[in-house]
């Protein structure tokens, strides 16, 4: 467990009162209009610079997941590493911290010197959409895991900025909701995890240098203008960082002015911008010694990524070169994935048949949607991945799982000039004159006030892109674009589509960058180059949040016609019986998991769970990978074989999988959530009531709740398998710390994850049933005993007592194992 603190200055080789000394006379030359420009972004993604302070300005990126930089396409793709939920479930600080070294290097070069990563947010509820972008439902894990990942991004001289401060769990309602929980509550989880990682590195903690306030509010006032900022985050905890709104989170002048907000973005236009900020400060409603210490938390964040004059650059270890990167993301992908179930048939015998059936079987999901949307130069999928590694692979889809239409695949596109891959957007104004061209390896198209092109987004007329498509089989598809306007469409001139789509009025405004309104119509495409013709007309109302910030999206889809579900169901299944193992990969899509809305149902969306069922019927040595971010009902879990929780893998999923099902290494993820079973799933309420959302709850989220209800859930907290055998032996307790002995039993090398456990059963203050107080990862051989040393802090038996942290004296229990269901070790421990 970490401890509070403030951060270490950076560059260390500054001493912190002379940095003190350097930004006070950078304060002390600026006037206050000077000032309050440096509070506000001068764009969507970037921070002014001010010659007069020696401040080069700052740019920041979306993450987590990879860095995008200030583009919202595939022009600068970008690495893309396996959701926050598959990192959190390796267990893997020195994996963890790695991964945030390629951030660190990806940002770096693309001039990123903020990445707006991670969210460590909790998964109070299963239904959460923004589930995938979290770590965990225990605080504790996300606190460990998001210190490994900002360290590592850190490490490399760029700021990562935690989010979103705080209690921001849910999506629905997410831009007024006000968050009602009790302080215990607060501080025991969803304060934990901030502490932890802005908190001292010399003590343990990750040492942030930013952090984003949440949209919500908490208690009564925003996440931007709350008292917890000024109160315990810069007062009690000590952090001398800077604190950024959501972008459009900064609502009242004069509210977020007084409070300890230091930066609201995006800009230009913000309710700190042109006039209204320096109004507030000479008619005395805003303190300008509030200003300075702004002013100041902006230019501590630039000595630290390197926009200060007159301070050496911050340290910036080597580059990644491609082949490390994409091994270190293949690695962390087999790492996290969670082997739930495993009859024996696991893993696959070389060479034999495989069924490779699903909706998610051709085309893995690599991630989730919304603002963590990036675009890497390449995805792995499992046919080629499993090809590659020996098997005979044969694919069938199985089901229809979405209703939305995929874009056209990028090797089916060529320019229409046949110069290289890709999709060709010529550009006009209103008034119908040629102003510009972009290209795009994948179709998709975004366009803003900063976008690249000749001229801002409200003043494009229309669009109208131009391929030469050719796919892989001839026969019946759906074409047609993703994006509010009109479109028409035509192949080899022939007219093939005439319509409009529309964001629904009151729509979360973020829907339009993740799952923009479609429009398609079935044609039969040849089996050769068909001349691809589409022009779009975006509607001239939309914006992205209001305002003149016009967002225009454009992308062309494209996807085979399938038959029936019944017919594609009965097709799977004899593939399967005619086959030596079949593997089903079902999972979720944009529609029912992604930022911007709650889920509403945890079942897998489409005939999936009926798809398993057939292809098991037909054979028995069937393996189910689920490709979610986040629980689903597995209603076939004790039937089926095998279980793996694939998760959102990122863009070496594919080689992943085929290595963990193959056997080439071991599946090493615990599950980072609690799973339900059907019937038994327990969903905190995420819809309030008049405006507010309270926590009733309390300390019981996730597998506290499980535990305190007496459920036994689909997979516990903290499950899972490997293909090798363990035995706890004798634990014993140290000086903070206890140690327990391990041997691996089985006839191969392994990994396994020890877990500790607290309770206390006559406890007079409220607590949990038992609580995860600590963690650690051992390897052996076979046959190998190891010793798994785990620290046990004072912190771990503290509670809040309302005005400050207490231990309540008496016995506690302490429980090692491998899941919070699996503790074979017990000790008393007297405090």
């Not at 947010?121 to 996300?142: A, I, M, Q, Y």
Request: charged share 20%.
């Amino acid at each position: 467990m970490t401890e509070p603190g403030s951060t270490a200055d950076i560059p260390a080789s500054v001493p912190p009162a002379e940095l003190a000394e350097r930004i006070d006379r950078a304060v002390a030359a600026l006037d206050l209009r000077q000032k309050v420009a440096l509070l506000s972004g001068d764009t969507t993604w970037t921070v002014p610079a001010e010659p007069a302070a020696g401040f080069a300005g700052i740019t920041t990126s979306d993450g987590p997941v990879g860095v995008r930089g200030t583009r919202s396409d595939d022009a600068d793709p970008s690495a893309n590493t396996p959701s926050p939920t598959a990192l959190a479930a390796t267990w893997d600080i020195a994996l963890v911290e790695r991964i945030g070294a390629l951030l660190a290097a990806e940002a770096r070069r693309k001039d990123v010197d903020v990445l707006l990563a991670p969210t460590v947010n909790l998964h109070r509820t299963p239904v959460g959409g923004r589930h995938f972008e979290c770590f965990s439902e225990d605080p504790l894990l996300t606190g460990e895991i998001g210190t490994a990942y900002v360290r590592g991004v850190q490490g490399g001289g760029v700021s990562a900025c935690v989010k979103h401060f705080v209690a921001n769990d849910q999506e629905h309602d997410r831009f007024t909701v006000d968050i009602v929980v009790d302080d215990q509550t607060l501080r025991e989880l969803y304060l934990l995890p901030f502490e932890m990682i802005t908190g001292d590195p010399g003590r343990g903690g990750g040492g942030a240098w930013s952090v984003m306030a949440a949209y919500n509010a908490v208690n009564g006032p925003t996440a931007t203008e709350n008292p917890l900022l000024a109160d315990v985050l810069k007062g009690e905890w000590g952090w001398d960082g800077a604190v950024m709104s959501d972008w459009f989170a900064a609502r009242d002048t004069v509210g977020a002015g007084r409070a300890a907000l230091d930066l609201a973005m995006p800009g230009p236009n913000t309710p700190w911008s042109g006039d209204q900020l320096v109004a507030a400060v000479e008619a005395g409603e805003v303190p300008e010694a509030a200003i300075d210490a702004k002013v100041r938390a902006i230019l501590r964040l630039g000595a630290r990524v390197g926009a200060l004059a007159d301070l050496p650059a911050p340290a910036r270890p080597d580059d990644f070169d491609d082949a490390d990167a994409r091994e270190l993301l293949r690695t962390a992908s087999s790492a996290g994935m969670v082997l739930v179930r495993n009859d024996g048939v696991l893993p696959l015998p070389r060479g034999a048949s495989v069924a490779l059936v699903g909706p998610n079987a051709e085309r893995i999901r690599n991630l989730g949607g919304g603002s963590a949307t990036v675009y890497p130069e390449s995805v792995s999928h499992p046919p080629e991945a499993l090809t590659e590694a020996g098997f005979e692979v044969r694919t069938a889809p199985g089901v229809t799982a979405t209703t939305r239409l995929t874009r056209a695949e990028a090797e089916w596109c060529e320019l229409p000039d046949g110069s290289g891959p890709g999709v060709l957007a010529r550009i006009y104004d209103t008034a119908g004159n040629e102003v510009d061209t972009a290209t795009s390896r994948s179709g998709r198209f975004l366009w803003s006030r900063e976008s690249p092109a000749a001229i801002p987004a409200a003043e494009i007329g229309r669009i109208r892109l131009q391929t030469r498509l050719s796919v892989p089989r001839a026969g019946r598809y759906r074409i047609g674009t993703s994006g509010d306007g009109h479109t028409t469409l035509t192949v080899d001139g022939t007219p093939v589509l005439d319509g409009e789509a529309h964001l629904p009025a009151g729509a979360d405004p973020v829907l339009l960058t993740m799952a923009p309104p479609q429009v398609d119509a079935e044609t039969e495409l040849p089996d050769g180059p068909a001349e691809v013709v589409v022009d779009f007309v975006p509607a001239r109302s939309e914006t992205a949040f209001g305002g003149d910030d016009r967002v225009i999206i454009s992308w062309l889809n494209c996807a085979p016609v399938l038959a029936d579900d019944d017919t594609e169901i009965a097709r799977a299944a004899e593939l399967a019986a005619d086959s030596d193992v079949a593997v089903v990969i079902v999972g979720t899509t944009e529609e029912v998991e992604s930022e911007g809305f709650d889920r509403t149902s945890l079942d897998l969306p489409g005939r999936q769970a009926e798809l398993v069922d057939a292809v098991l019927a037909a054979n028995p040595r069937t393996v189910v990978v689920v490709n979610s971010g986040a629980p689903v009902l597995m209603p076939w879990l004790d039937r089926v074989p095998a279980t793996l929780l694939g998760w959102f893998g990122g863009q070496e999923m594919g080689h992943a999988l085929a290595d963990v099902l193959s056997g080439a290494v071991e599946p090493g993820g615990r599950a980072p959530t609690t799973w339900g079973a059907p019937g038994t799933v327990i969903i905190p309420d995420n819809i309030g009531t008049d405006g507010k959302l309270a926590y009733t709850e309390g300390l019981d989220i996730g597998y506290r709740a499980y535990l305190r209800d007496g459920v036994e859930p689909a997979v516990p907290f903290g499950h899972g398998l490997g293909y090798t055998t363990w035995q706890f032996g004798e634990a014993t307790l140290g000086d903070g710390e206890v140690s327990v002995q391990i041997t691996n039993t089985g006839e191969r090398e392994g990994s396994q994850v020890v877990q500790a456990y607290l309770s206390r059963s006559d406890s007079q203050v409220r607590r949990a049933t038992a609580w995860l107080v600590g963690f650690a990862r051992v390897e052996a051989g076979p046959g190998q005993t190891v010793t798994a040393t785990i620290p046990l802090t004072d912190r771990a038996f503290r509670h809040w007592a309302g005005d400050g942290w207490a231990v309540e004296p008496g016995d506690y229990e302490l429980r090692l194992g491998t899941s919070v269901a699996d503790t074979p070790v017990a000790l008393t421990i007297t405090r």
